[in-house]
């Protein structure tokens, strides 16, 4: 097992490292994804993926054997101020994955999903991907707009959900004619309260914009709009909070 | 009405600010508050309070007029350069409050209650806040090793619903012993299932470190162990999710 040492700025890997922390679309782009830290790793491998390259902090050789990795996986080995560099985790997480980013998946239809329209902050968007995971969510559809799932930022929040979903983006609200699913939206001020509702299931649940929330065409769209009581008065909800409260009703109902 | 204007670096008022947005544990030793952004601003008036010092960009003079706010409040315009070097929202927000951060309360016995063991992520600890607010909790009481709670970035994620709650910080888990609540603790591998159990209210809601969770001698101190239904798989939540889901099962409750 051979492990390469860079610790020049300008190496070609270490280029292509940087644009993926620091530019949300170049995994898209470049068709890969950048898996910081051992929870991250670890989740991958959990799903029976391999990466192609493992790269870890010089100081940190024990890395290099601490999964049994087959010998075609590449072994680098990054200066500690370079990795320092590509990292959103600082000094905590001296190694990572470089992992092909699956190719574009289609919507299914018919199947349990999250729908997201606009949303703006990677770590609601991850925390979303992570309730969705953990509530029996199947697939994740985001709208043109959406921060770019893979980003560094989204993969961190989302803890290992990203490889449990089927996950779609770029989508425009005429991709989801073929969905074949109940659209269920939220509602500060009107509509059914979600602790009194029947829920179908499966369905696709709707999570908007920070600020402007979900777009009217779609809400107008929605077969089911949702209130959720908030006795403490007049205040909203972050939209991850509200997105697992929903997803939670969801889980809960079909449990019995 | 006077506007001072200030376009030096060195400025005095401009250096405390300065301190304010870059340091998380500067507002409780300058005894004030930065308040960036319409939306916060806002928030602090509906509750009836005053800043002592409206801060604007130097373009955007409407400001100084928007809220009829009486002459003793300070007006400064600062160069808008200056500001954005204050500023974690940039551009969209040139105007914001300095507010003196009121004393210190003591924990009320008997209240409704969200507890925060070591939390670390302040986007976290804002959404928890908000979530709080918006469900119910009157007084969230965070211990020792929690992310301070009157910084920026928990402030900017709270969205106001620091304004609407008593707020405790640093305290010491002796400091819990005449609260005279059931504490509630969740756990996602053992207790009773959220969506089946009879809660008590008032309570306090325990949450953990990201990591590590609650601290084991608080669990073994709560009364309740609660578990959120998790069909998705061996995932986990979000704390601030885990949170939403929590509190809106203690108010779906009450409300019947």
Chains 1, 2 share one sequence.
Do not use: Y
């Not at 470089?98 to 299914?108: E, F, G, K």
């Not at 770019?148 to 989508?171: I, Q």
């Amino acid at each position: 097992m051979n492990t390469e040492t860079i610790r020049s700025r300008d190496n070609a890997l270490l280029k292509q490292l940087r644009r993926l922390a620091n530019d949300p679309a170049a995994g898209r782009e470049l068709g890969l994804v950048w898996l910081e830290g051992e929870h991250l790793c670890r989740a991958l491998l959990a799903r029976g993926q391999l990466p192609t390259v493992l790269l870890r902090a010089e100081s940190a050789p024990h890395w290099d054997t601490a999964w049994s990795l087959p010998p075609s996986v590449r072994r680098v080995a990054l200066a500690d101020s370079l990795l320092a560099g590509v990292s959103g985790l600082g000094s905590s997480a001296p190694v990572g994955f470089l992992w092909p980013l699956p190719a574009a998946a289609a919507c299914q239809p018919g199947r349990p999903t999250v729908l997201l329209d606009r949303l703006q902050d990677p770590g609601n968007v991850g925390s979303i991907l992570r309730s969705a995971a953990a509530l029996g969510i199947e697939q994740v559809l985001a709208l043109k707009g959406t921060a770019a799932l893979w980003a560094p930022k989204v993969l961190r929040a989302g803890m290992g959900a990203h490889f449990g979903l089927r996950l779609v983006e770029g989508l425009h609200p005429d991709d989801l004619a073929g969905l074949d699913l109940p659209l269920l939206a939220t509602s500060s001020h009107q509509g059914q309260w979600l602790h009194q509702a029947a829920l179908p299931w499966p369905c696709a649940w709707l999570f908007g914009h920070e600020g402007q929330g979900v777009s009217p065409a779609l809400l107008a769209a929605a077969s089911h709009t949702l209130r959720i009581a908030q006795p403490g008065g007049e205040e909203s909800l972050n939209v991850a909070a509200a997105a697992a409260i929903c997803l939670h009703a969801s889980a809960v109902q079909r449990l019995g």
